[in-house]
């Protein structure tokens, strides 16, 4: 059907768009998968747009914000129980909620967020 030098480029072609189409803005992920605490508060989560709670983790600094939401701590699973979702991924949800509590944050780089994870 298709030669053997053009399969797997239509193959590469086919999971590169399929990647990006997946890929998900911060806001989506923050409904997916944080809301469920961070609407609410549960378990100490600090809530979205609560401004005096985000205020107290901007001091420890978005790639330490990062790191916490991809790895874990207390009641709060890695990537909020969602491990399917990547570390960018996971990072623009925590900018997204960050930003609403006040912070000004910008989406870290790939690279940033690998050497906020070591």
Same mark, same amino acid.
């Given at each position: 059907?298709?030669?053997?030098?053009?399969?797997?480029?239509?193959?590469?072609l086919?999971?590169?768009?399929?990647?990006?189409?997946?890929?998900?803005k911060?806001?989506?992920v923050?409904?997916? @998968?944080? *809301?469920a605490? %961070?609407a609410?508060? /549960?378990a100490g989560?600090p809530k979205l747009?609560? +401004?005096?709670a985000?205020?107290?983790?901007f001091?420890a600094?978005?790639p330490?914000?990062i790191?916490i939401?991809?790895?874990?701590?207390?009641?709060?699973?890695?990537?909020?129980?969602?491990?399917a979702?990547?570390?960018?991924e996971? @990072?623009? *949800?925590?900018? %997204?909620m960050?930003n /609403?509590?006040g912070?000004?944050?910008?989406?870290? +780089?790939?690279?940033?967020?690998?050497e906020?994870?070591k």
């Amino acid at each position: 059907m298709y030669s053997k030098t053009l399969a797997p480029l239509l193959a590469s072609l086919f999971f590169a768009t399929g990647a990006q189409a997946a890929d998900k803005k911060g806001v989506d992920v923050y409904k997916s @998968a944080c *809301a469920a605490c %961070h609407a609410t508060g /549960a378990a100490g989560a600090p809530k979205l747009g609560d +401004k005096t709670a985000w205020g107290k983790r901007f001091e420890a600094g978005l790639p330490t914000m990062i790191k916490i939401a991809i790895k874990g701590k207390r009641a709060m699973p890695p990537k909020g129980g969602q491990s399917a979702l990547s570390d960018m991924e996971v @990072a623009r *949800a925590v900018v %997204h909620m960050a930003n /609403a509590g006040g912070g000004k944050f910008k989406e870290p +780089k790939a690279a940033e967020i690998a050497e906020a994870i070591k």
